[in-house]
């Protein structure tokens, strides 16, 4: 149940729903968790308000430190089909496996905080190039944040994909769950949504609840939770399975879930019981996996699990019978059109026809038209 609050309270949050700048934002919660009872009832709530402001304050030093340098070497143009962030604590491996994983060049040494800015490497996997980014770390080895910490977690924020690395033999589940923490005060959250919660906010009109999939609570007490948070009239869709925590997150957070794979490094030294725990920590929602960047263990592994958390597939084109040597990695559910666009904007509009060859037709050379879907390793050639 969402807590009761006192009506200061409720005004505090409705200015905070109001602001526009992040001074402004900050200052209306700190307001309402100076008018909010500290008390049992009021535990999640208050704990939501505080990861909140941490997460804004977090913002506010990223944007300063962007300001504060003539170049930014936290802009790295993205190239290949999608850009993954490899972050970390010092000395985890970062650089030893984007050397073995890319053709990057980083510098390794045994001391902290080798690298001091973004390095981008290109991979290639089966005829697909993806852009890895090693991140300046964002921990010391005694998980202290360091410098760069809010612009390391800034850039991963905006990746395709995180590739958080653990250094497997030193107690990498405290690594994880103080990783987990600094993203978490980030407003980033690993593993997929449960649930999409949209609220547009209208002039009039009352509150309005649209649900494309399951509300798990009283839709009076939803409509009786945005108003107390300072919205009066909106339309809210709700897709997936929703309840009430969901809506207190929505209204005061705004979480983004990320992609992500938790790499446990130096497997030969940490051994199975490293990957054991920090499996306990996540359980099902993110892939795990061991590998050592200096022996090559589990490296091939690491490459396909990449690909297939990108959901990503290989298509080769064709143009008069001759198939193209290297392929387009498009979506997973791509469609023909969409293919034709990465070619070309101006290609995709004149396109009449394709016909395909694989696996996504029951006849090879099939003809089809823009909206059939592709599947991994289909041979596609566009008439126009």
Not at 43 to 56: D, V
Not at 132 to 154: K, Y
Not at 274 to 301: H, N, Q, T, Y
């Amino acid at each position: 149940m969402p807590a009761n609050l006192p009506a200061e309270a409720e005004k505090a949050l409705a200015k905070y729903q109001a602001a526009r700048t992040i001074p402004e934002k900050i200052k209306a919660l700190e307001e309402a968790l100076s008018l909010i009872p500290d008390h049992k009832g009021t535990e999640k709530l208050r704990g939501r308000i505080k990861r909140r402001i941490a997460e804004l304050k977090r913002e506010t030093e990223r944007r300063a430190a962007a300001r504060a340098v003539r170049k930014d070497y936290f802009h790295i143009p993205r190239e290949g089909a999608a850009q993954v962030a490899v972050i970390g604590v010092t000395n985890s491996g970062k650089s030893s496996l984007l050397r073995v994983l890319t053709n990057a060049k980083p510098k390794i040494s045994p001391y902290q905080l080798t690298t001091i800015e973004p390095i981008p490497g290109m991979m290639m996997h089966e005829g697909i190039e993806l852009q890895l980014v090693e991140l300046p770390a964002i921990l010391t080895e005694d998980l202290e944040e360091v410098h760069f910490t809010n612009r390391s977690i800034g850039f991963a924020k905006n990746s395709d994909l995180i590739l958080l690395i653990l250094d497997g033999g030193r107690d990498p589940a405290s690594q994880l769950k103080k990783i987990m923490e600094l993203l978490d005060e980030s407003g980033i959250v690993l593993g997929p949504k449960r649930c999409e919660i949209e609220i547009e906010k209208k002039d009039s009109g009352g509150i309005r609840l649209v649900v494309f999939g399951k509300l798990h609570a009283d839709p009076r007490e939803v409509i009786d939770l945005l108003q107390s948070r300072g919205i009066r009239n909106a339309v809210v869709k709700i897709y997936g399975d929703a309840g009430i925590e969901d809506f207190e997150e929505v209204i005061l957070r705004d979480l983004m879930h990320k992609k992500a794979i938790i790499i446990v490094n130096k497997i030969d030294q940490g051994g199975r019981e490293a990957l054991e725990s920090i499996r306990e920590i996540v359980g099902s929602k993110i892939p795990v996996i061991g590998v050592s960047a200096e022996r090559g263990d589990g490296l091939d592994e690491l490459k396909e699990m990449i690909i297939k958390k990108l959901d990503l597939i290989k298509v080769y084109t064709q143009k008069d019978g001759v198939k193209a040597d290297k392929p387009l990695a498009v979506k997973q559910g791509a469609t023909v059109r969409e293919l034709a666009e990465i070619i070309h904007k101006e290609f995709a509009e004149k396109m009449k026809y394709a016909r395909v060859w694989g696996r996504s037709v029951k006849v090879q050379g099939q003809r089809v038209g823009p909206d059939h879907v592709l599947e991994d390793g289909d041979v596609v050639e566009i008439f126009t």
